[in-house]
Structures are given as C-alpha cells and as structure tokens.
C-alpha cells in the first residue's frame, strides 16, 4: 500500500536537511532556554552565553542533562521562557515526591504539538473516515487533549470518553461506529474481558484499529490485542515533559515508533556511562524538545529504556525509529497507565503519626487491571476491641493516597512486627504482575 502522509516533505526529509535543521532550532531553543531562571547559569556555566556558541550538533553533548528532580526544583516556573500572557495551557505529572512536574505551551506549541499526532495518526493509515473514541484521561494528563487535538485536526470524529466504564464504553463504540481507540494495552484486555458479560460480541463493533501507550507492554500484548479484536495495534510512545503523545509513533508497518526529528533531538545513552550508545544497542532516551516557545527542555533524561531501530523504515519516512520501551531506570511504577513514584506513597504515610515504620506497596493484577495495595504497620494501641478507629484510619490513609497519587488503593493495616523486614536496604515494593 501506498504510504500516506499528513507532511510528506517533513516526514521524508534527508538525513543532511534534518541535521541542519536540528541545529537551527536548537540554538533558537538554546538562546530561548538562556533567558530563563534555570537555564540561564547552567548554561553560562557549561560555557554557553548565547546561540552562537553552538556551532554544530556535537555541541549539544556541552549541554548538562536535565532530569524530572530538576523540574520540581525548578517549580513552579523556573523554566518558563515566554511572558505568563502568552502561555495557553499547562499540563503536569507526577513528580517524584508529590511535587508535580509542570509543562506550559504557548498557541504556537499547542499548534505543534497537535500537527506532531496528526502525522502520527495518518501515519497509522487513520483518516477523517475514522471515529476515534478517545479511552485515555483529560486533564491534566497529556494522553486526553492531546491526542484529541491531533485527531481533530486530521479531521477524525472524537468521542472524548475519558478511561474506565466498559459498559459505557461499549455501548459508544457501538453506537457511533468506532472504528479507532486510543487506551492503555491493559485497558484494551480489560475491556474485551468484559465484553462477553455486557452482552458484546466483536459483530457489534467496527473497530479497525488501537494506539496502545503510556505503560510498557511485549510484543506478545500487542498480538493479544490484535488476536481478540481482529484489530492492528500501534504503539504509542510520549511523556508528558516532551508535550505527550506524539513523540513517537508506529507506523503501518508497525516495527518501531517514528520519532519525530524535526520536534526532537534524540540521544541514547548508556544508562551508567551517560555516553552515547552505537544504534541497535539499549540505553537511556534523552530528548531535548527543539520549538517549544513557552519552556524549552534541553537533554532530557526520560528514565525510559529503548534502541535506535538502525535500518531505514520501508514507509519512506526518514525519522529514525524506537523500538519498543523496555522498563525504565528508576522506580517509577505504571500502574493502570498512572505514574506512581514510591516515595510519593512513602511521603503520605509517613506523615501520620498513628502509623508505623514498615509499609508495603504491592502491585498485582486483577483480571487485565492493575491492583495496588499499600500495607501499613499501625501502633499495638491501634489494635483494641473497637474497630471503628481502625476503620476510620483506614479510610484517612486511603483517601490522603488518593489525593496525592490519583489512584484508589486496597489500604490494609496490621498489627506491629507483621510484615517483613529486610536486612539492608529494604524492599518496600513488591510488583507481582506479569510483564504484559
Ligand atoms: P506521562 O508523563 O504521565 O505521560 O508518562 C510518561 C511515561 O509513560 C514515559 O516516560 C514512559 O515511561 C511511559 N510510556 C509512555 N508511552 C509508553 C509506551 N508506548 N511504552 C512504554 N512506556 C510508555
Ligand atoms: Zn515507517
């Protein structure tokens, strides 16, 4: 099949025409960057004062990495580098201690953003005949909005239902014809378990086709998915530092996600050494965000594990590709497509007095859902004949969880000594789910 393109020119460009490119707008972003709190000394530090000091792209290796700590530092807009007026949207995610990372666009960043998802979209061979129902949340999550605006603009029919509900989800889906989902991989199992149960057989949908992300799953999940609903699976790989989705995406020939050079530098490093690694091999993706007017993101450190795929993609597009994330390099748990830092939890419970020293956090599965339960060591005190203190303890540390992580977890006191204490450094989180 012929490909399609949303921006042929761009999407075919020459390795010498997006080299060039790369480093206009990086000394653009470089000298945007230089005006801001953060930026401004870290640059001038590493010896870079102004545009001109990048000279070619091996330059940008003079430039320190940022990370997600130095986002919350930089808290609440220390990198911001356009006038509060020109700012039109915020979005954040969590951050590693309940300080939350902020990402703020201009109309112009949003603009790109959404041209960014239209060309992924297009990409997948989707066009203004498709009705794509939207699974992922609004809000100040990117997963929602942005992906809704790249769909729009490709000119697709958006059904903007938010995660969750099977029932609800069905029933759309059938309803209006949905041809096209946007969901987490577990989500996609979850709802093809229940569907059986809400009176749904794959005759009463006409659905062609996911774009499945924002948590790791194999090769093996994708075939799953496509198996149970006779459908193709793109992956779908974004964070929401770098915008959202539409970083990188698959195309038709579904082997490795597109990531889009002329938004992005890409650099994978070793995840020890921080030196470059050869294409093929794994390392850490770092991303430097090249035209976002309102807040420029230099040398990202994404956590995110991955490998240059080397060899050019039949489609014609000449952006290099990813391959499929394989973890990442810190503790950051995804759970039902939630990001959730350990310490996040450890923060909330150590906060109330009534409770003990030793948690436990443990991730299981529960059908193709993720569960989260968070055990907690309360004083012998806590433990008298009347329960109703317990209970309403129970019910406080649940409810400062929810508030702080977004996710509702089983909460489960017990007495002190119970659970187990490791020598050395302890293991507060045990994740038994399968790797989907
Ligand atoms: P957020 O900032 O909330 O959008 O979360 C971004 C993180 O979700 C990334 O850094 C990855 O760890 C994860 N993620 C997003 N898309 C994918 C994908 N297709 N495969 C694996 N992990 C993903
Ligand atoms: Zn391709």
């Known amino acids: 099949m012929a490909a399609r393109y949303w921006n042929e020119a761009v999407e075919t460009m020459g390795r010498p025409d997006i080299e060039a490119l790369q480093l206009s707008l990086l000394r653009q972003a470089v000298g945007r960057a230089l005006t801001t709190p953060f930026y401004g000394p870290r640059l001038e530090a590493a010896g870079i004062s102004g545009p001109s ?23 609440p807009f220390g990198m911001l580098a356009a006038e509060r007026r020109e700012v039109v949207r915020m979005h954040a995610s969590s951050g590693t201690t309940g300080v939350p990372t902020v990402i703020y666009l201009t109309a112009a960043d949003v603009e790109r953003w959404t041209d960014y998802v239209a060309r992924s979209l297009v990409a997948t061979g989707a066009d203004s005949s498709d009705v794509l129902q939207n699974m992922m949340t609004y809000g100040l999550f990117t997963g929602g909005l942005g992906l809704h605006y790249g769909a729009e603009r490709v000119g697709m029919m958006v059904i903007p239902a938010g995660p969750g509900n099977t029932a609800r989800q069905l029933k759309l889906m059938k309803d209006f014809g949905t041809t096209t989902v946007h969901a987490t991989p577990s989500f996609m199992l979850h709802l093809h378990s229940k569907m059986a149960e809400e009176g749904y057989g794959l005759g009463d949908l006409r659905l062609k086709r996911a774009f499945c992300g924002a948590e790791p799953y194999s090769e093996d999940a994708r075939r799953k998915i496509e198996a149970l609903f006779g459908i193709e699976v793109f992956n779908s790989y974004g964070l929401s530092e770098m915008n959202g989705p539409g970083v990188a995406f698959e195309c038709e020939r579904r082997d490795g996600m597109h990531l889009w050079e002329d938004g992005y530098i890409l650099e994978i490093v070793d995840r020890d050494s921080f030196e470059p690694v050869p294409d093929g091999e794994r390392g850490e993706i770092v991303l430097t965000i090249l035209c976002r007017e309102a807040m420029p993101l230099l040398r990202y450190r994404t956590k995110d594990l991955s490998a240059v795929c080397p060899e050019p993609c039949p489609c014609g597009r000449t952006h290099r590709r990813i391959a499929r994330i394989t973890g ?94 490791s020598e050395g450094k302890a293991k507060r989180v045990v994740d038994e789910r399968p790797k989907l």
Request: negative net charge; aromatic residues 4%; glycine residues 4%.
């Open 328 to 421: 990442r390099t810190d503790d950051m748990l995804i759970i039902n497509g939630i990001n959730v830092f350990p310490s996040q939890i450890e923060e909330v419970i150590m906060a109330m007095p009534e409770v003990g020293n030793n948690y436990l956090i443990l991730v299981q599965k529960e059908g193709a859902l993720d569960r989260l339960t968070v055990k907690v060591e309360v004083g012998p005190s806590s433990f008298a004949d009347d329960s109703r203190p317990l209970n309403a303890l129970r019910d406080r540390i649940r409810s400062r969880l929810q508030a702080s992580i977004s996710l509702n977890p089983r909460v489960e006191l017990h007495e002190p000594g119970v659970l187990p204490v």
């Open 53 to 75: 000091d990048i000279r070619s792209l091996a330059d940008l290796r003079r430039i320190p990495f940022t990370t997600k700590d130095d986002l919350r530092q930089a808290f």
